[in-house]
């Protein structure tokens, strides 16, 4: 074999499999013929979608904000056949294109080459726009993987719900020939219906010429040719059985659960409903349609949702946990407040002596002398011996008194340096106060108390 067939062998085998790669996950959409009338409309309604198809089957490419305008070239059902808004692209496999200059043109190398509609919203590049032959040239923007990004060429086109979009002006009539977003030339769109400023079907079906003003997009065209004489208006044609959109393919599918796990992931773990997201993909996994790079990943999201699924579970567990212990917290707390408020109630409190606080005729030694006396009879229990002035407030009041009780040797008398003295009450004598020593008549009442018990 001569070298330069060796050469082209090898660049055959080298285009080869990436030809195949780039064939294998082609998504036709059915044709949507271009109509005669063309319209400008306006999007009615925020974040609305743009699809690479006629249905909500095929993958979303952008979102267009109210107020956004489209073209419209044609209608299939209940979806508008639009040219690529600003900001769309699409996709070429690049063994397909030879660049040249600055690399931001290409000529297409080989005929019938599929053109895929490109997304700013997911990776999907399925849906086969349009094909190219070979010298077509393309505008390069960017590349990704084995396709080129390149800007929509003539006869690439996307789609919108009509529900969105509310007609604005009328760009043109039959054989006008007006730009599409790609730079190609196109027939106007004959599907929506065109109004004029003043009315153009009469009572008896006549049509008469006129302007042409926003259209309609709900019915279908009532056209007519300028004559002096009345046309009547076709026969309503027979109604057709409206095809079912085509369910959403496994990467479609996977595109969407894509986005959900990216608006999951900014939750926090225990909002996450990585369960119900987990079962998504794996109803995905095993999916023919679906490549085995796209597998992978599916088989990587399922990994990653049944880890976090186990740490949101230990984590609810662990702030149930935290939950019951700070309840059980309560009420401990509550229980030890319950129990210091009844040995508040019961609690003894315990003294030298009770008595009534009384002043002393006998002044002997350095500090002032009191009498604590028995309430009954007024005798003389024991002797207080204090230098504090404040002692004089609680003169005449049964009182408590805390300190050693020694016997003075120049009175030969039991007496109290007071460290504490406070008023009480007698009845309590007893009860919840107790003494060392007690006048006589509360020792009475306590022996007469333990007799009838």
Do not use: C
């Amino acid at each position: 074999m001569s070298r330069r067939s060796s050469l082209i062998l090898a660049g055959i085998l080298a285009i080869w499999p990436a030809a195949v790669v780039l064939a294998q996950d082609a998504v036709q959409p059915p044709q949507v013929e271009n109509s005669r009338y063309q319209f400008e409309g306006g999007i009615n309604a925020s974040s609305v979608y743009v699809r690479s198809g006629p249905g909500e089957g095929y993958y979303a490419t952008q979102k267009l904000d109210k107020d956004a305008r489209v073209t419209v070239v044609g209608i299939k059902f209940d979806w508008l056949k639009i040219t690529p808004p600003e900001g769309s692209f699409s996709y070429v496999g690049s063994v397909f294109v030879d660049r040249s200059g600055d690399g931001t043109v290409g000529r297409i190398n080989r005929n019938d080459v599929n053109i895929r509609a490109g997304s700013l919203l997911n990776a999907m590049k399925t849906t086969v726009q349009s094909r190219l032959n070979a010298g077509e040239q393309v505008q390069i923007i960017g590349k990704e993987d084995e396709y080129l990004k390149i800007k929509p060429p003539a006869g690439a086109y996307l789609y919108v719900n009509k529900q969105f979009v509310d007609p604005v002006r009328a760009l043109g009539g039959a054989g006008d020939n007006l730009s599409t977003g790609g730079g190609a030339a196109i027939p106007v769109a004959d599907n929506p219906t065109t109004r004029s400023s003043s009315p153009s079907v009469l009572a008896g079906g006549a049509v008469t010429p006129a302007k042409p003003t926003p259209p309609s997009i709900e019915g279908p065209v009532v056209t007519a040719t300028p004559s002096t004489q009345p046309s009547q208006v076709a026969a309503a044609p027979t109604t057709q059985p409206i095809a079912a959109a085509p369910p959403p393919s496994a990467e479609e599918l996977f595109g969407k659960y894509e986005a959900q796990f990216a608006t999951m992931s900014k939750q926090p773990l225990a909002d996450q409903a990585v369960d119900d997201l987990s079962g998504k993909y794996q109803s995905i996994a095993k999916a023919d349609a679906l490549s085995d790079t796209l597998r992978a990943v599916v088989q990587f999201r399922i990994s990653t949702l049944e880890a976090r699924a186990q740490s949101k579970a230990k984590l609810l567990e662990a702030r149930r946990l935290e939950k019951d212990a700070a309840q059980k917290q309560l009420v401990l707390q509550a229980e030890q407040q319950e129990l210091a408020e009844r040995l508040k109630q019961s609690e003894v409190q315990i003294y030298t002596a009770v008595g009534t606080l009384q002043p002393s005729s006998l002044q002997l030694g350095g500090a002032t002398l009191y009498r604590l006396t028995d309430p009954a009879t007024g005798r003389t229990v024991v002797y207080l011996r204090s230098p504090d002035a404040a002692v004089t407030g609680l003169m005449g009041q049964f009182v408590g008194v805390k300190g050693d009780a020694t016997t003075d040797p120049q009175l030969t008398l039991k007496v109290i340096v007071p460290t504490a003295i406070q008023a009480v009450d007698p009845a309590k004598v007893n009860g919840s106060i107790a003494a060392e020593i007690i006048p006589p008549s509360l020792l009475a009442r306590q022996a007469s108390a333990s007799v009838n018990n």
